[in-house]
């Protein structure tokens, strides 16, 4: 029993965690989005999931000629 509570309030903790995190990625996005003053994301490499929604949101984007994007959460659940 005491098995389950512990489990249970590590689920409960997980997801408050993972909400919070998502909610201020997301805030992130959108002030890089509405930024005001000239913002150039010069993009090198391999560039994936959060690391994109920091470069691609911006008025201006440079992608060299290694630049490897990919969002591979958007898969999860298919």
Do not use: D
Request: proline content about 4%; some cysteine.
């Amino acid at each position: 029993f005491y098995f389950i509570l512990a489990l249970l309030a590590r689920t409960s903790e997980g997801e408050r965690l993972r909400r919070e995190f998502f909610s201020e990625e997301y805030k992130l996005n959108h002030l890089i989005g509405n930024y005001r003053l000239p913002y150039i994301a010069i993009i090198n490499g391999i560039t994936m999931g959060g690391g994109c929604g920091i470069s691609v949101h911006g008025p201006f984007r440079i992608a060299t000629e290694t630049t490897t994007i990919a969002m591979p959460e958007t898969a999860i659940g298919k």
